[in-house]
């Protein structure tokens, strides 16, 4: 992205906030005219009581503790009021971000990994957040107050003003090169450390395996590579920079050093009071902070870039088709004619001419090998991926179609291979089927799936459930899961191994009583145990060959 794309970037972004953000400007820019009076206090005071002007000596005390008491309410006023602000615009920009990615196309193995999108969503969002509440408004108040110091500095010698602009070293800051550099190790680094936390978020994901592999001195060596990898690109960053600071600070060292000397030959030869001088110092001081600020804001800006287009990659993932959800009422079945379906890339087809059609109330067990297509007709019934030939219709005994889109989706449950339970409650876990179900539904989905044992645990629904369903078997939590999935208000069902970790007692009973589902339901097993087709009465064995 062009920076002129990054601004308007954020100039959207701040929509909604952007009166806060010009009450935090105008709180800031009254604080710094109240810090400039306050050198004019200061210089008025030394004066009076030198004796080189007249005046009432308590009343410009009084003004210099008004002063100071207004800094300080203000200061802590633009705190409060900032931090309210961001932690506003943080939240909401993490919302949009988890509700964008949540409807975005699924990529299949292009899908961008969990651990980036949390560093972008995590780090990126925390930084756009500060650049908008706190650096925006901060860079107008520090153009005022170096404009307001330069003036006054000027009312009191024009010759030390100019001499002190001529000294700062402004156009190395705003090189080209140096920005344009700037942006590529920024970019660099925020990708390594996407890199690093995608690393830990995966292996303690998976550190009970890691540690039952005795691979954690692998792991441990390669997290150790990718942390040195960042730390020197850090390093590079901070080398990279340090000549311009070095030249910056240099420049602001000479002109206080230039400030001092010009009071103390002032002094001497009785052209400057004491109050002059001070007021030199100080405002060479209010001239310097502002430059100093201004300095820090090149490399700050381009973290802030940075981060703005690594979000906006997410933001430019393009979404599901959105819309009404298109219902089939009653039972529905699903008709497909001459499916084709090829991942990006490959070259094999998954699915080639396939056709078959799941009729209303239906139980069908489809088997095959592993790799033969099982999952991915799954994917293309639930329309996270879509067929290049051939296509999908949902229809009912009434004469009700659909295409099969994401807006059908809501006439189908699927309860994945594996364990897919969050963390939480049996209870909580179960209402993601049907926020709105019954105690009663609930009892009955859990028997229906075979997981009775539920209710000889002490807290029974309450029972907690761990990460990725931890403190539950394997066979318990993929019984829970189905529960969960008979909740679901779509009459469609798609189970995908659903018996994959129970014994053969179990699985029968499984079997048995969701056949007794299929006269108000339409169920598809997907499986390689071909003897799941014996098990089920008035079903349909449906073979995907390669």
């Given at each position: 992205?062009?920076i002129k794309?990054?601004?308007?970037?954020l100039?959207?972004?701040?929509?909604?906030?952007?009166?806060?953000?010009?009450?935090?400007g105008?709180?800031?820019?009254v604080?710094?005219g109240?810090?400039?009076?306050?050198?004019?206090?200061?210089?008025c005071?030394?004066?009076?009581a030198?004796?080189?002007?007249?005046?009432n000596?308590?009343l410009?005390?009084?003004?210099?503790?008004?002063?100071?008491?207004?800094?300080?309410l203000?200061?802590?006023?633009?705190?409060?009021w900032?931090?309210?602000?961001?932690?506003?615009?943080?939240?909401?920009?993490?919302?949009?971000?988890f509700?964008?990615?949540?409807?975005?196309?699924?990529?299949?193995?292009?899908?961008?990994?969990?651990?980036?999108m949390l560093?972008?969503?995590?780090?990126?969002?925390?930084?756009?957040?500060?650049?908008?509440?706190?650096?925006a408004?901060?860079?107008?108040?520090?153009?005022?107050?170096?404009?307001?110091?330069?003036?006054?500095?000027?009312k009191?010698?024009?010759?030390?003003?100019?001499i002190?602009?001529?000294?700062?070293?402004?156009?190395?800051?705003?090189?080209?090169?140096?920005?344009?550099?700037?942006?590529?190790?920024?970019?660099?680094?925020?990708?390594?450390?996407?890199?690093?936390?995608?690393?830990l978020?995966?292996?303690?994901?998976?550190?009970?395996?890691?540690r039952?592999?005795e691979?954690?001195?692998?792991?441990s060596?390669?997290?150790?590579?990718?942390q040195?990898?960042?730390r020197?690109?850090?390093?590079?960053?901070?080398?990279?920079?340090?000549?311009?600071?070095?030249?910056?600070?240099?420049?602001?060292?000479t002109?206080?050093?230039?400030?001092?000397l010009?009071?103390?030959?002032?002094?001497?030869?009785?052209?400057?009071t004491?109050?002059?001088?001070?007021a030199?110092?100080?405002l060479?001081?209010?001239?310097?902070r502002?430059m100093?600020e201004?300095?820090?804001?090149?490399?700050?800006?381009?973290?802030?870039?940075?981060?703005?287009?690594?979000?906006?990659?997410?933001?430019?993932?393009?979404?599901?088709?959105?819309?009404?959800p298109?219902?089939?009422?009653?039972?529905?079945?699903?008709?497909?004619?001459?499916?084709?379906?090829?991942?990006?890339?490959?070259?094999?087809?998954?699915?080639?001419?396939?056709?078959?059609?799941?009729?209303?109330?239906?139980?069908?067990?489809i088997?095959?090998?592993?790799?033969?297509?099982k999952?991915t007709?799954v994917?293309?019934l639930?329309?996270?991926?879509?067929?290049?030939?051939?296509?999908?219709?949902l229809?009912?005994?009434?004469?009700?179609?659909?295409?099969?889109?994401?807006?059908?989706?809501?006439?189908?449950?699927?309860?994945?291979?594996?364990?897919?339970?969050?963390?939480?409650?049996?209870?909580?876990?179960?209402?993601?089927?049907?926020?709105?179900?019954?105690?009663?539904?609930?009892?009955?989905?859990?028997?229906?799936?075979?997981?009775?044992?539920?209710?000889?645990?002490?807290?029974?629904?309450d029972?907690?459930?761990?990460?990725?369903?931890?403190?539950?078997?394997?066979?318990?939590?993929?019984?829970?899961?189905?529960?969960?999935?008979?909740?679901?208000?779509?009459?469609?069902?798609?189970?995908?191994?659903?018996?994959?970790?129970?014994d053969?007692?179990?699985?029968?009973?499984?079997?048995n009583?969701?056949?007794?589902?299929?006269?108000?339901?339409?169920?598809?097993?997907?499986?390689?145990?071909?003897?799941?087709?014996?098990?089920?009465?008035?079903?349909?064995?449906?073979?995907?060959?390669?």
């Open positions: 992205m062009h794309e990054c601004l308007l970037w100039w959207k972004t701040s929509q909604g906030i952007r009166l806060s953000i010009g009450w935090s105008g709180v800031g820019i604080h710094a109240i810090s400039l009076f306050f050198v004019y206090v200061c210089k005071l030394i004066d009076i030198t004796g080189h002007s007249q005046g000596l308590k410009w005390i009084g003004i210099m503790l008004g002063c100071m008491a207004g800094q300080l203000l200061s802590a006023f633009r705190s409060q900032n931090n309210r602000i961001e932690i506003r615009l943080c939240s909401r920009l993490r919302q949009q971000l509700d964008h990615l949540m409807l975005s196309q699924w990529k299949g193995e292009k899908t961008r990994h969990t651990g980036d560093n972008r969503i995590e780090e990126d969002t925390l930084t756009v957040s500060d650049a908008l509440c706190r650096t408004p901060n860079i107008v108040i520090t153009f005022f107050q170096l404009a307001g110091s330069l003036y006054f500095l000027a009191l010698d024009v010759r030390l003003t100019g002190l602009i001529c000294i700062m070293p402004l156009a190395l800051l705003f090189s080209k090169t140096y920005v344009r550099n700037m942006r590529k190790i920024s970019r660099d680094i925020r990708e390594t450390d996407s890199r690093v936390q995608s690393f978020q995966e292996h303690l994901q998976h550190s009970l395996l890691i039952a592999l691979y954690t001195k692998q792991a060596c390669k997290l150790t590579s990718l040195n990898h960042l020197r690109q850090v390093i590079h960053r901070l080398n990279y920079s340090t000549y311009s600071r070095l030249m910056v600070q240099t420049g602001f060292a002109g206080y050093a230039v400030a001092f010009w009071g103390i030959f002032g002094l001497y030869e009785e052209t400057v004491f109050g002059m001088m001070t030199f110092l100080q060479v001081s209010q001239v310097q502002p100093v201004l300095s820090r804001q090149i490399p700050a800006s381009i973290r802030v870039f940075t981060s703005v287009e690594r979000l906006n990659e997410l933001y430019a993932l393009p979404l599901e088709k959105q819309g009404s298109i219902r089939i009422e009653g039972c529905a079945g699903i008709r497909i004619r001459e499916l084709s379906f090829t991942y990006p890339g490959g070259r094999r087809k998954v699915l080639d001419h396939f056709s078959h059609d799941f009729t209303p109330g239906s139980l069908t067990v088997v095959g090998e592993t790799g033969v297509g999952s007709l994917r293309l639930l329309s996270l991926l879509s067929p290049q030939e051939g296509n999908i219709t229809y009912n005994h009434l004469g009700q179609e659909a295409s099969a889109s994401p807006l059908t989706r809501c006439n189908l449950s699927y309860v994945p291979q594996g364990n897919s339970l969050i963390s939480g409650s049996i209870r909580e876990n179960l209402l993601m089927g049907n926020p709105q179900a019954s105690e009663a539904s609930l009892r009955a989905a859990l028997h229906a799936a075979a997981a009775d044992f539920v209710f000889q645990m002490p807290e029974e629904l029972t907690p459930c761990g990460e990725r369903g931890s403190g539950f078997s394997e066979g318990q939590a993929q019984r829970i899961a189905i529960a969960r999935g008979l909740l679901r208000p779509g009459s469609i069902l798609l189970l995908d191994e659903p018996s994959s970790a129970l053969a007692a179990t699985e029968e009973l499984l079997l009583r969701l056949s007794a589902l299929v006269h108000h339901k339409t169920l598809l097993l997907i499986t390689h145990r071909e003897h799941l087709a014996q098990l089920c009465t008035s079903s349909l064995s449906l073979k995907i060959e390669k």
